[in-house]
C-alpha cells in the first residue's frame, strides 16, 4: 500500500521535472565540459529558467538553485547538468513504461476476451501468433521495426513512436492471461443467467467478461512496467529511442560505450544507479 | 530419465510439426519485415545522391539494378525464390551477400547466448534447489538477498561495470572474440573473450531461475509422493535426485522455453557493450544504414535461433515428462 503511494507521488513528480530541477537540461555549460560533482548553497523557490508541467503548462519557479554554478552529479561531455538530465530523463522513461503497458494492455484484453470467449478459429489464431510473439527476440523485432521509421525524428515524435512500439511489441503474455480469465468467466453461472435474460454478446463481454480481468491486468501492468522502463532504456541506449538533445535514462548511458568515458568519468554512471530504486519501487507495489 | 520414446513415429511426427511450424513463422516474419520496410520513407541510395559527382540518373542506375524500382510484391517474390535457395539478396552496406554475413554472425551468437543460458543454469538449479531442500533461515536469508542484489542491478549496469572492471584491471579482454594477434581458431583466446559477455548475459537471468527452481523443488517436496517415499524410507540423496528433481524438471524445462526471446536480446546487448561480432551488432549497424536486406536477414536468423531453442525445449520436454509423449487418447 506505501509503495503503490509512493509510486502514485513518484509519477505526480515526474510530471514536472523543471521544478525540481536546477537547470534546463538542454542548457551546455561549455566551460564545464565533464565536471566532476560539485556542490554550493543553494536557495530555495527561487525563479529559474522556464520549463513546461506535464509538457503543456509553462512554470518558472524551481525547488532550489545554486548561488553559483554546481553540478551535484556533475556535466556529461556538452556540460550539461547531469541532475536536471536525469530528473527529465526519470520522466521520460517513468511514462514510456507506464502507458507502453496501457497499450501492451489494451490489445492484450482485447485480443485475449475475444480468444477466449468466442472460442474457434478466432481462438486457433491468436494463440498461435501469442506463441509465435513469445518465442521470437523482442530486441531484434523492436530494432528491425524501428529501422522502417524515420531515423530522424523530432522528440515528441520519438517517444511516441518508442512508446507504441514498446507496448505493442510486448502483448502476446496479457493476452494469454486474459484469455485464461476469459475462458473460466464464460462458464460462470451469472454470465449463463445474463444470456438467460437475454443479454447480447457485447453486453455480457463488456459487463460480465472484461471486469473479471481487471485483477490479471492490474498484476500484469506491475510486472510490465519496469520491464518497459528497462525496455526503453535499452533502446535509447542502442540509440534508436528517445534522441539528443532531449534525456533519457538509455540515452544518458550511450556515452559510456566509449572507453575514455567510462574509464575517466565515474559520475557518468549516475543515471544507471537510478535506475534500482526505480525498479525496486516499482516490483515492490505488485 | 528415459529416452525420446513414443516410438519413432512419434518422434517424427514432431519433428515434422517443429519444421512446419518454423517454416510458417519464418516466411510470417520475413513477409512482414519485407512490408515495413517499404513504408519506410527514405532508402539506403539516399546518402549517395547527396553525394558530389553522383548524378540522379547513376543513383537510378544503382536502384534499377538492385531492383529497387520494381513494387515491393516483386520484390519480395524475387526475394523468397532467392531465399528459397539460400541467397538472402545483396547487402548494400557491406556489398556482400547477407546470407554469408549472417552466417559469420549467427555462430557467435549462439555461443555467446547458450554459454549466458548454460552458466545461468548450471549455478542458478543447484543453488535454488538447495535453498528449498536447506530451508534454514540463515541460508534462505542470504540466498534471498544475493537474488535480490543481482535482480535489482540492471541488466545493462551489469554489463557496463563489468567492461569497466576488465579495463581497469587486464585481466579479461574487454571487447572483440580475438586478440588482434591471434586468428579464431585459437579456442583458449575465444574463450577468454567469452567469460565476460556470458558472465553479463548470465547474471541477468540468474534471479528469475533460481526463483523457479526453488519453488519448483519446494512445491514438489511437499507433493504426497515424496511423503510416500520418505516414508518408505528413501534416503535423501535418492529421494532429491531419483524422486524429486525429475519432477521439478518440467517447469523449469518450460522456463527456458520462456526465456528465449529475452535471452537472444540480453545477448544483444552484450554483444554491443562487448564488441562481440554476433548479430546484434550486425543488425544495429544494418538498421542505421537503412541496409533492408541485412536488418531481414539478421531478423530471420535471431527468429531461426529461437525457433531452434524452442524445439530443443519440446524435444526436452518429451525427454522429462512422460506425460507428454503419451499420445492422446493412448497408454504411454
Known amino acids: 500500500m506505501k509503495a503503490r503511494w509512493a509510486l502514485i507521488l513518484l509519477y505526480v513528480a515526474a510530471l514536472a521535472p523543471g521544478f525540481f530541477a536546477p537547470y534546463d537540461p538542454e542548457e551546455q555549460h561549455r566551460d564545464s565540459v565533464f565536471m ?97 510473439f513469445q518465442v521470437l527476440p523482442w530486441l531484434y523485432l523492436l530494432i528491425a521495426v524501428r529501422a522502417a521509421l524515420p531515423l530522424h525524428v523530432d522528440p515528441a515524435e520519438a517517444f511516441a513512436l518508442t512508446t507504441a512500439l514498446i507496448g505493442v511489441i510486448g502483448w502476446a503474455r496479457p493476452a494469454r492471461m486474459i484469455r485464461g480469465v476469459a475462458l473460466g468467466a464464460r462458464e460462470k453461472d451469472f454470465v449463463e443467467a445474463a444470456r438467460g435474460f437475454g443479454a447480447g454478446e457485447w453486453y455480457i463481454l463488456r459487463r460480465h467478461i472484461l471486469p473479471q480481468a481487471y485483477g490479471v491486468a492490474r498484476t500484469q501492468a506491475a510486472l510490465l512496467i519496469p520491464q518497459y522502463i528497462l525496455a526503453e532504456v535499452a533502446l535509447s541506449f542502442l540509440g534508436l529511442g528517445v534522441a539528443e538533445p532531449v534525456p533519457s535514462l538509455g540515452a544518458m548511458l550511450a556515452p559510456l560505450r566509449e572507453y575514455h568515458v567510462m574509464a575517466s568519468y565515474w559520475w557518468m554512471f549516475a543515471p544507471s544507479l537510478a535506475l534500482i530504486p526505480l525498479s525496486i519501487i516499482v516490483d515492490k507495489s505488485k | 530419465m528415459g529416452g525420446l520414446g513414443g516410438g519413432v513415429g512419434a518422434v517424427l511426427t514432431a519433428v515434422a510439426r517443429v519444421a512446419l511450424r518454423t517454416g510458417a513463422v519464418l516466411l510470417l516474419v520475413s513477409l512482414a519485415t519485407f512490408a515495413l520496410g517499404q513504408f519506410a520513407p527514405g532508402e539506403f541510395f539516399d546518402e549517395a545522391r547527396l553525394a558530389p559527382g553522383m548524378s540522379a540518373g547513376a543513383v537510378d542506375g544503382l536502384r534499377a539494378r538492385y531492383g529497387l524500382d520494381r513494387p515491393w510484391p516483386v520484390r519480395y517474390g524475387r526475394w523468397l525464390a532467392g531465399a528459397a535457395h539460400g541467397d538472402l539478396g545483396p547487402s548494400l552496406a557491406y556489398n556482400a551477400p547477407v546470407a554469408s554475413l549472417v552466417a559469420e554472425r549467427v555462430g557467435n551468437t549462439l555461443l555467446l547466448a547458450a554459454s549466458g543460458a548454460g552458466l545461468a543454469w548450471l549455478i542458478a538449479v543447484p543453488w535454488g534447489a538447495w535453498a528449498a531442500v536447506r530451508a534454514q533461515p540463515s541460508i534462505a536469508r542470504v540466498s534471498a538477498v544475493l537474488i535480490a542484489v543481482t535482480l535489482a542491478l540492471p541488466d545493462l549496469l551489469v554489463a557496463l561495470l563489468l567492461r569497466l572492471f576488465a579495463l581497469r584491471s587486464g585481466l579479461l579482454p574487454a571487447s572483440g572474440m580475438t586478440s588482434p594477434a591471434a586468428d579464431g581458431s585459437d579456442l583458449a583466446d575465444v574463450l577468454r573473450h ?52 525429475p519432477a521439478a524438471a518440467n517447469p523449469l524445462i518450460s522456463l527456458f522455453g520462456l526465456t528465449i526471446g529475452s535471452l537472444l536480446s540480453l545477448s544483444l546487448i552484450a554483444e554491443t557493450i562487448f564488441a562481440w561480432p554476433g548479430l546484434g551488432p550486425l543488425i544495429l549497424e544494418a538498421a542505421s544504414a537503412r541496409d533492408m536486406n541485412l536488418i531481414l536477414g539478421a531478423v530471420l536468423a535471431s527468429a531461426l535461433l529461437a525457433m531452434a531453442g524452442s524445439a530443443v525445449t519440446d524435444l526436452a520436454l518429451r525427454a522429462a515428462d512422460p506425460r507428454i509423449r503419451r499420445p492422446a487418447g493412448g497408454r504411454p
Open chain 1, 36 to 132: 566532476p560533482p560539485s556542490v554550493a548553497p543553494v536557495r530555495l523557490f527561487v525563479e529559474g529558467p522556464e520549463y513546461l508541467v506535464a509538457g503543456v503548462a509553462p512554470g518558472r519557479l524551481h525547488l532550489a538553485a545554486f548561488d553559483r554554478p554546481a553540478f551535484p552529479l556533475g556535466t556529461d561531455g556538452l556540460g550539461r547538468d547531469q541532475l536536471s538530465r536525469l530528473l527529465h530523463g526519470a520522466q521520460i522513461s517513468l511514462y514510456t513504461g507506464l502507458l507502453a503497458a496501457l497499450i501492451t494492455l489494451a490489445i492484450g484484453a482485447v485480443t485475449g476476451v475475444l480468444a477466449g470467449y468466442f472460442g474457434g478459429w478466432m481462438d486457433g489464431v491468436i494463440m498461435r501468433l501469442t506463441e509465435v
Open chain 2, 194 to 245: 567469452l567469460i565476460l559477455p556470458a558472465v553479463a548475459v548470465a547474471l541477468s537471468l540468474l534471479p528469475a531461475v533460481w526463483r523457479h527452481a526453488r519453488s519448483a523443488v519446494a512445491e514438489t517436496f511437499r507433493a504426497p509422493f515424496v511423503l510416500a517415499a520418505k516414508a518408505n524410507g528413501i534416503p535423501p540423496a535418492r529421494l532429491l535426485f531419483r524422486h524429486v528433481l
